[in-house]
């Protein structure tokens, strides 16, 4: 796994050795000396010489890189649950180079979570030590990716701030005025003032699904990935790719010509059914308000994503409605998602306001069954 030294399961039964009790056998392990910096001594470092302050752009490069390692372990079927600034070691390829552009290594998996692990879970309070999500305190979430999500903007936070996010009664970390006040004066300082808003909009959205359980759901780890790389976009490009209508209906043509659509016969039958479903759906919707609304595609095939997990299925449509001699267009997603035991199906629809996404359940059915409220519902 990329930023990791390395992982082992411990499949041999040398490897789990229970000594007697009042054994005397020396046990031993090879371990190898981590040589560079932490992220928190170089952070440290950087204070002495008084240089405290870390560019946006380097902190969500920064943020960018972490995450495609988090995922990568995710991938292996493991949880971090101990990520911090002292389990993160940063290597430089020159002197001149960012924090944005170091190499990153993980280190300390005392608190993993192992998903193939049958052995009692580890004490909960000892992990997430530095910074303990919300969503933690409630069991269903206790061993959910979205932990290191949180932590991993969290750290974020920390970098633009300074401060470890804390949690008071009835104000969120990046509520505080004195915090949200140097946030404003950072991203003033690192992007044009026509940019200022809508990264601040982006950033507080950020914080507010990391921080905000239970008012906000968390970020899983590919949601978190995109919203990052939006914001590096927005630091990065001199025009918005979807400033106007016209260009969102070029980037859907795009997508149509792209060969990313997933052919009927590669996916699940009860997958299809909902694409059939949800078709049918769009269809009666545009019929009984052929006067007010129009899609400009109007069907369902999935769209595979790398940004989303395989076992969700997405379809961007645009709906346009018409109000006092107006239109108005806005993209509409279509969600399918089938759990991990390929019994249970969840649809939804979504989209995108004020650069949140929002995500509304149409219904969970087993895969046997008919989708008979879904079009009362949507």
């Known amino acids: 796994v990329k930023g990791v030294a390395q992982l082992i399961e411990l499949e041999h039964p040398s490897n789990n050795y229970k000594p007697e009790a009042n054994s005397k056998t020396d046990l031993w392990i090879i371990m190898q000396r981590a040589m560079k910096h932490s992220l928190q ?49 940063i290597e430089y390829e020159s002197t001149n180079s960012s924090l944005g552009q170091a190499h990153l290594t993980l280190l300390n998996f005392t608190q993993a979570y192992i998903k193939s692990d049958q052995s009692p879970a580890k004490n909960q309070e000892k992990a997430y030590r530095w910074y303990r999500p919300p969503q933690t305190y409630v069991q269903s979430f206790k061993h959910s990716p979205t932990n290191d999500a949180s932590v991993i903007v969290a750290i974020l936070f920390w970098l633009l701030t300074s401060r470890i996010p ?61 919203r990052i790389k939006s914001v590096r976009e927005l630091l990065t490009s001199d025009v918005s790719k979807l400033n106007s209508i016209e260009s969102i209906f070029q980037n859907l043509l795009r997508l149509t010509a ?108 087993s895969i046997a069954q008919n989708y008979v409220n879904v079009s009362a519902a949507f």
């Open 258 to 365: 792209s060969h990313k659509f997933i052919e009927k016969s590669t996916h699940p039958a009860a997958i299809q059914k909902a694409a059939d479903t949800f078709t049918q759906v769009k269809k009666k919707f545009s019929d009984s308000h052929s006067d007010k609304f129009m899609w400009f595609d109007g069907n369902c095939t999935w769209l595979n994503s790398a940004q989303h997990p395989m076992n969700e299925y997405r379809h961007d449509d645009i709906l346009t409605y018409f109000w006092r001699g107006q239109s108005y267009s806005l993209i509409i997603i279509c969600f399918t998602n089938i759990n991990d035991e390929g019994k249970i199906i969840t649809l939804a629809i979504g989209s995108t306001v004020h650069d949140k996404m929002i995500q509304i359940p149409l219904g969970q059915y």
């Open 166 to 226: 804390q949690h008071n009664e009835n104000v969120l970390p990046h509520q505080e005025f004195e915090v949200r006040d140097k946030i404003i004066k950072k991203i003033s300082r690192d992007i044009s003032s026509a940019k200022i808003d809508r990264l601040r909009t982006y950033l507080i959205d950020t914080f507010n699904r990391a921080f905000g359980f239970r008012e906000y759901e968390p970020w899983t780890i590919e949601d978190l990935e995109c």
């Open 41 to 89: 001594s170089e952070i440290d470092r950087k204070k002495e010489r008084n240089i405290d302050d870390i560019e946006v752009l380097s902190a969500i490069q920064f943020s960018q890189n972490l995450i495609e390692i988090v995922k990568g372990i995710h991938s292996q079927g493991i949880l971090h649950q101990n990520l911090e600034p002292d389990n993160i070691i």
